[in-house]
């Protein structure tokens, strides 16, 4: 009988050892059962590289833009961007904290709660974010806003200790944001991986507005009361030339080529233009009273200038440097974004309170 107990014990224990190495395997082969990792920051386009739709094909823009249709946009609409797949396009206001998003198929719109009076918005390539600047003098608050578009809420607030963050753009590979300071004189600069400011950038008295060269190595900066344009290289965040314009820069864009940036003069009722290869101003285009925004079409033909007191849109030949066409809108138009596809345009009417749409390809 002790005999047959020590051979059940035996036989006991060796079950024990075989299951228990069993489950040892398993355990190995599955690893242990640990959380997933904290996501990164929801705002921004985060560490990873973000993959880029290409561009649609773009058509040919016309001399003589035609108006399709306007629709009717609250708040005081100021500044829009028209997001890459080309389906809405968002549009701040002056008059509420809010951010509209504007179906560009049927003019419906949806308005978001903003953390404060949004002034400019600039949309990352993929589309997924947009930068939104907030300012305002009692009590007084700058920062810049950041919006996550596929979920249509504000999930990040940066705050600025500069004063009156303007016309932001988002670079072309969408990790760095260069933000104009109106009243501080500078160029604040936000690195989109941890949405957070990483320098600031002294330039002329008051900048307004920013464009940035084809592959985002350069960017130029319109200097509203001191007659500048500041060119600053964004691999070293160092102003490495400034261009004499005159009067009262407003605004500035590049042509999709990178050969020619247009600069609206908002006081001296002009356009000049300036060879981006000597940064040197090379014509003047006269346009309609207080030009306020100046665009590109898709195709590098035309210019669009938005004329903020004569109520319409000066339409500029670039490959004659004449205005062909003048194009009535809404009350006090603001701001104009071109579709993705180069057929569309919208134009912010503040006072209106509505988007004026052109057609502007063949």
Same mark, same amino acid.
């Given at each position: 009988?002790?005999?047959?107990?020590?051979?059940?014990?035996?036989?006991?224990?060796?079950?024990?050892?075989?299951?228990?190495?069993?489950?040892?395997?398993?355990?190995?082969?599955?690893?242990?059962?640990?959380?997933?990792?904290?996501?990164?920051?929801?705002?921004?386009?985060?560490?990873?590289?973000?993959?880029?739709?290409?561009?649609?094909?773009?058509?040919?823009?016309?001399?003589?833009?035609?108006?399709?249709?306007?629709?009717?946009?609250?708040?005081?609409?100021?500044?829009?961007?028209?997001?890459?797949?080309?389906?809405?396009?968002?549009?701040?206001?002056?008059?509420?904290?809010?951010?509209?998003?504007?179906?560009?198929?049927?003019?419906?719109?949806?308005?978001?709660?903003?953390?404060?009076?949004?002034?400019?918005?600039?949309?990352?390539?993929?589309?997924?974010?947009?930068?939104?600047?907030?300012?305002?003098?009692?009590?007084?608050?700058?920062?810049?806003?950041?919006?996550?578009?596929?979920?249509?809420?504000?999930?990040?607030?940066?705050?600025?200790?500069?004063?009156?963050?303007?016309?932001? #753009? +988002?670079? !072309? %590979? &969408?990790? $760095?944001?260069? @933000?104009?300071?109106? /009243?501080?004189?500078?160029? *604040? =600069?936000?690195?989109?991986?941890?949405?957070?400011?990483?320098?600031?950038?002294?330039?002329?008295?008051?900048?307004?507005?920013?464009?940035?060269?084809?592959?985002?190595?350069?960017?130029?900066?319109?200097?509203?009361?001191?007659?500048?344009?500041?060119?600053?290289?964004?691999?070293?965040?160092?102003?490495?030339?400034?261009?004499?314009?005159?009067?009262?820069?407003?605004?500035? #864009? +590049?042509? !999709? %080529? &990178?050969? $020619?940036?247009? @600069?609206?003069?908002? /006081?001296?009722?002009?356009? *000049? =233009?300036?060879?981006?290869?000597?940064?040197r101003v090379v014509g003047t285009v006269p346009v309609g009273q207080n030009p306020q925004d100046v665009a590109f079409s898709r195709d590098g033909a035309h210019t669009y200038v938005v004329n903020n007191v004569s109520n319409d849109v000066s339409?500029?030949?670039?490959?004659?440097?004449?205005?062909?066409?003048?194009?009535?809108?809404?009350?006090?138009?603001?701001?104009? #974004? +071109?579709s993705t596809d180069g057929r569309r345009a919208f134009v912010t009417n503040g006072e209106s309170n509505s988007v004026t749409v052109l057609n502007i390809a063949g």
């Amino acid at each position: 009988m002790r005999r047959r107990g020590f051979v059940l014990l035996a036989l006991a224990m060796v079950a024990l050892l075989v299951v228990g190495g069993l489950l040892g395997a398993l355990l190995f082969r599955s690893g242990p059962s640990t959380p997933a990792p904290a996501a990164g920051p929801t705002a921004g386009v985060g560490a990873a590289p973000v993959a880029i739709a290409p561009p649609a094909p773009v058509v040919a823009s016309v001399d003589t833009p035609t108006v399709i249709g306007t629709w009717s946009v609250g708040n005081g609409p100021e500044s829009i961007v028209v997001t890459p797949d080309g389906r809405r396009a968002f549009v701040t206001g002056s008059t509420a904290d809010v951010l509209t998003s504007l179906d560009l198929t049927t003019g419906a719109t949806a308005t978001f709660p903003a953390p404060g009076p949004p002034q400019y918005v600039s949309l990352t390539p993929d589309g997924q974010h947009a930068y939104v600047t907030i300012a305002r003098d009692n009590p007084p608050m700058n920062a810049i806003a950041v919006f996550d578009t596929t979920r249509n809420m504000f999930t990040a607030l940066i705050p600025s200790d500069q004063q009156h963050p303007y016309a932001l #753009a +988002v670079a !072309p %590979d &969408g990790q $760095r944001v260069y @933000v104009p300071n109106h /009243d501080s004189g500078n160029v *604040s =600069v936000i690195d989109t991986r941890s949405n957070v400011i990483v320098a600031n950038i002294p330039v002329a008295p008051m900048p307004h507005w920013i464009a940035y060269t084809p592959s985002g190595r350069l960017i130029y900066v319109a200097n509203h009361m001191s007659g500048i344009v500041t060119v600053i290289d964004t691999k070293t965040n160092t102003v490495v030339t400034t261009i004499p314009v005159g009067g009262t820069p407003h605004s500035i #864009a +590049v042509s !999709p %080529d &990178g050969r $020619r940036a247009m @600069v609206a003069d908002y /006081d001296g009722n002009y356009v *000049s =233009v300036i060879d981006t290869a000597t940064n040197r101003v090379v014509g003047t285009v006269p346009v309609g009273q207080n030009p306020q925004d100046v665009a590109f079409s898709r195709d590098g033909a035309h210019t669009y200038v938005v004329n903020n007191v004569s109520n319409d849109v000066s339409v500029i030949d670039n490959s004659r440097d004449a205005v062909v066409a003048t194009v009535p809108v809404g009350t006090s138009p603001r701001q104009l #974004a +071109v579709s993705t596809d180069g057929r569309r345009a919208f134009v912010t009417n503040g006072e209106s309170n509505s988007v004026t749409v052109l057609n502007i390809a063949g």
